[in-house]
């Protein structure tokens, strides 16, 4: 790798490693000079994607470019590694005048979100959610890590069912131990917690944001989450005709969660989770206050266009980063960071950032199978 760095310097200049020159080491070839670049990279996206486009003929030194579909690639801003996969397509387009290619790319895990995990037992006992989700992405050469022991959480029974995707499987077991799970630029996948890292710098309407649009919406939302005891008795006997309130009240179970911006008697039921333990349903708890916490969040996004794609310390705006967002009247907040899109093309380098609150990205909680009964264990894999 040091080697490839060093060929990448003498090729970008001295100030290479804050370079926004991107480029794709493909087939032995190291290729700059496109003349559209978008890359997407997100939180909840996956895989992550880049698209090129160029002139297939390279005046620097008279060579043609040839990649073909289905080769490993790697793709850099200056020498700052963003994203480690495939090309997935090419498309050649020539006439008497031109003769341009466009390139699409996609990380590794587009095998996990694509193919179906595979398994010597769909039946695992006595591991954690990291451990399972390393052994369901071995098969597509992939290594998950944990930032500061996200995933670190024992289950202590897990099943898999025969048609689930690898991607599915993760996604399950990343709501089991209460973690996000994304790509990373090597190719691997980190299981982390809400906001894994700071920006040095953040985004300032009138310093680096070239455009700002803020959303405050209150669709979706509810003035009061509550948890009922979903019964046999309570789906199918009528109500008797006095005490409706005495009722429902018995059917309550657990805390009310309640959103104070909205004002209006906006009301929502979820049902108890089944198997929740003990008299105090934590997970149910959670669940209620999961519904009010998320929908906020994913009611108050920010947009931004950045004349940059790195913090005022030349590294890369990066999904799951923390950064401060300053408007126009000075009042300074922090979101995270969950979807990115590098642009480059005649009109400039930008960067096209989603901010939210962390609420947005808060995972959904669901019972681990160990605090089942087993029948319901089995019914909920």
């Given at each position: ?144 890590a944990s930032i500061n022991g996200a ?137 209620v206050q999961w519904e009010v916490a998320?929908?906020?969040?994913r009611s108050q996004p920010v947009n ?78």
């Open positions: 790798m040091s080697g490839f760095i060093s060929e990448l310097k003498s090729i970008l200049g001295w100030d290479a490693a804050t370079s926004e020159v991107a480029s794709i080491k493909v087939g032995g070839q190291i290729i700059s000079g496109w003349t559209s670049v978008v890359i997407r990279c997100g939180v909840d996206i996956m895989p992550w994607t880049a698209d090129f486009g160029m002139t297939s003929y390279q005046p620097a030194d008279g060579t043609t470019v040839d990649i073909t579909s289905g080769a490993d690639c790697a793709v850099y801003i200056g020498t700052t590694l963003v994203l480690t996969g495939y090309v997935v397509t090419v498309v050649e387009d020539l006439d008497g005048d031109n003769h341009t290619l466009q390139i699409s790319v996609a990380s590794k895990s587009i095998d996990l979100v694509d193919c179906a995990a595979e398994f010597s037992t769909y039946q695992m006992n006595g591991t954690n959610a990291l451990a399972i989700a390393q052994r369901v992405s071995a098969f597509a050469g992939i290594n998950v995933g670190n959480i024992d289950v202590q029974q897990f099943s898999i069912i025969l048609t689930e995707t690898a991607y599915e499987v993760i996604e399950r077991l990343s709501r089991l131990a209460g973690v996000l799970f994304y790509d990373q630029p090597d190719g691997s996948i980190a299981l982390s917690g809400v906001g894994s890292s700071r920006s040095a710098s953040g985004f300032q309407i009138g310093r680096n944001v070239e455009r700002f649009t803020r959303v405050d919406s209150q669709a979706g939302r509810y003035s009061d989450v509550t948890a009922i005891l979903a019964t046999t008795i309570m789906l199918f006997t009528k109500p008797g005709d006095q005490g409706y309130v005495d009722q429902m009240k018995a059917l309550t179970a657990g805390p009310v969660a309640k959103d104070p911006g909205v004002t209006r008697p906006r009301h929502m039921l979820i049902p108890v989770e089944l198997g929740d333990p003990g008299l105090s349903l934590p997970i149910t708890t959670k669940r998320r929908r906020y969040g931004v266009t950045c004349d940059s794609w790195r913090d005022t310390e030349g590294k890369l705006w990066q999904p799951n980063m923390v950064a401060p967002v300053t408007t126009r009247s000075g009042r300074s907040v922090d979101l995270v960071i969950g979807e990115l899109t590098f642009r480059q093309d005649d009109n400039g380098t930008h960067a096209d950032a989603v901010l939210m609150p962390k609420e947005a990205f808060l995972p959904e909680p669901i019972i681990l199978p160990f605090q089942q009964n087993e029948g319901i264990a089995a019914l909920s894999s």
